[in-house]
C-alpha cells in the first residue's frame, strides 16, 4: 500500500516526541516536510568563574548561564545544566544581546537589548521579575546589537546600535544617555570596556572599522581608528596585562589585530591603579571615579595621614 505519512520519533530530555517531523508524501512524488521551530539561543552571557556575592571569599557562589531563547529568558547554574533554575516571560521583540548587571554581586540583575531598540534591567528577586526595574525606550533607533557593563562603576552600561550609534548610559540618572559616540558610519556590532582604565571603550561596526573611545576626550571622543578591514569587526577585547591593556578585535574573514597604546593615547585620562596596589588605595580610587568625593577625599585624607 502506497505510504501517506511518515514520521520520526525523535528523544528530547529523555523523552519520546513524535512531533520531531512529519513527512508527507504526494502521489505527484512531491515530499512535503513540516520542521519543528528551532529554540535557538539568540543571546548568552556567562558569569565569572569563582565569583563570591558580597565579596566574602568564603561563599563562592557558581557560574550562572544567561540566555535569550524564543521570548523566554533562561537562568542556568553550570553546576546543575539538566534545567534552568528560573526563567521569566519577556515581550515577543526579538532579543540581540544580555548581559549580567554588576549592581548585584549575587547575579540577580540582568540587561536586555531589544531590536526595537528598548534597553531593559531586570531584578530576579522581583515578585515579577518579567517586569523591568528600569527601561530605556527607543535607546536606539533601530536594534540594539551588543551592550557592555562597565568594570569600575557598576552603574554605566553601553550599548551598541544599527543606528551606528554608540550610547553610554547611567541608570541613576534616568533614561537618557550621558554621552553619544557618533564616529561609526554602519552598525556597531560589539563594544568592551577597558578592564584598566575606566572611561576607555573598544568598538568594531559593519563600516569595516575598529576604534577606541575615550570619554574624556572631546568632541568625537575618538582616540584611535584602525583601519579599514576587509570584512565586518565581529569582535572585540582587551589583554590582561597591565598597566595598559592591549585592545584585539576580529572580522568577519578571521583576521585578528591588536592595537597597543601610545603614551599620548593615555595623556588625556585618569589611569586606574595597578592589580597589586592596596584595598585602601583601590577603594579610594573607585569613589573618585563613581564621582563620590566626599568619601573619596576623606578616605585619602585618612589614609595620607597613616
Request: glycine share 6%.
Amino acid at each position: 500500500k502506497k505510504i501517506s505519512t511518515l514520521s520520526i520519533p525523535a528523544k528530547v530530555a529523555g523523552a519520546a516526541t513524535s512531533t520531531a517531523m512529519s513527512t508527507t508524501l504526494s502521489s505527484t512524488g512531491i515530499e512535503k516536510r513540516n520542521l519543528p521551530p528551532v529554540r535557538q539561543a539568540l543571546a548568552l552571557d556567562l558569569t565569572s568563574s569563582g565569583s563570591s556575592p558580597g565579596g566574602a571569599s568564603s561563599s563562592v557562589s557558581p557560574q550562572r548561564l544567561l540566555a535569550q531563547i524564543q521570548e523566554n529568558i533562561h537562568v542556568w547554574e553550570i553546576n546543575r545544566p539538566e534545567a534552568p533554575i528560573q526563567s521569566i516571560k519577556t515581550t515577543v521583540v526579538s532579543t540581540r544581546a544580555v548581559r549580567w548587571c554588576p549592581l548585584s554581586p549575587s547575579h540577580q540583575h540582568l540587561s536586555r537589548g531589544s531590536t526595537n531598540g528598548t534597553l531593559k534591567v531586570y531584578d530576579l528577586r522581583s515578585r515579577d521579575p518579567g517586569n523591568a526595574i528600569w527601561t530605556a525606550k527607543r535607546a536606539h533607533q533601530s536594534a540594539i546589537r551588543d551592550l557592555a557593563w562597565n568594570p569600575f562603576i557598576p552603574y554605566w552600561v553601553a550599548t551598541a546600535g544599527a543606528d551606528s550609534m554608540i550610547q553610554v548610559w547611567d541608570t541613576r540618572y534616568g533614561a537618557k544617555p550621558v554621552r553619544q559616540l557618533t564616529d561609526h558610519s554602519n552598525a556597531v556590532n560589539v563594544l568592551a570596556w577597558s578592564p584598566t582604565n575606566v572611561e576607555m571603550l573598544a568598538s568594531g561596526g559593519a563600516d569595516r572599522r575598529f576604534k577606541l573611545w575615550n570619554l574624556r576626550t572631546e568632541p568625537h571622543y575618538v582616540i584611535s581608528t584602525l583601519g579599514v578591514w576587509d570584512s565586518s569587526v565581529v569582535g572585540v577585547g582587551w589583554t590582561q596585562t597591565r598597566p595598559n591593556s592591549t585592545a584585539i578585535a576580529v572580522s568577519a574573514t578571521g583576521i585578528v589585530q591588536a592595537c597597543p597604546h601610545s603614551s599620548e593615547f593615555l595623556l588625556p585620562m585618569v589611569p586606574t591603579l595597578d592589580a597589586p596596589q592596596k584595598d585602601s588605595v583601590k577603594r579610594v580610587e573607585r569613589a573618585i571615579f563613581t564621582r563620590n568625593f566626599a568619601s573619596g577625599f576623606q578616605q585619602a585624607y585618612q589614609l595620607a595621614q597613616k
